[in-house]
Nanobody, 115 residues
Framework: QVELVESGGGLVQTGGSLRLSCAASGRVSSINAMVWYRQAPGKQREWVATLTNDGKTNYAASVKGRSTISRDNANNTMYLQLNSLKPEDTAVYLC?????????WGQGTQVTVSS
């Protein structure tokens, strides 16, 4: 079992920055990759970025160049740095872990960007 807890969301003005965190606990050794998704009201869940265990990263076009996914292995925490935020970035941001036995979701953290 893996537990994921996101934090770091909040209300920010257009052009601002936030750093989201996803703390993993439990069988973290079974995790092969960690992913950020987001879901805006009335819209489908959207993939944002992926970080694999060998350090490969990949970003959605909507955030590429404005975001950085990273991790702190010592603290079992993944981060998503979001810069130059836009109102269309407003969403619940969810952490997703791909593990050897099953996949896990966190509960999400709200990001609201005011214009």
């Amino acid at each position: 079992q893996v537990e994921l807890v996101e934090s770091g969301g909040g209300l920010v003005q257009t052009g601002g920055s936030l750093r989201l965190s996803c703390a993993a606990s439990g069988r973290v050794s079974s995790i092969n990759a960690m992913v950020w998704y987001r879901q805006a009201p009335g819209k489908q869940r959207e993939w944002v970025a992926t970080l694999t265990n060998d350090g490969k990263t990949n970003y959605a076009a909507s955030v590429k160049g404005r975001s950085t996914i990273s991790r702190d292995n010592a603290n079992n925490t993944m981060y998503l740095q979001l810069n130059s935020l836009k109102p269309e970035d407003t969403a619940v941001y969810l952490c997703y872990a791909v593990s050897s036995d099953r996949n896990y979701w966190g509960q999400g953290t709200q990001v609201t960007v005011s214009s």
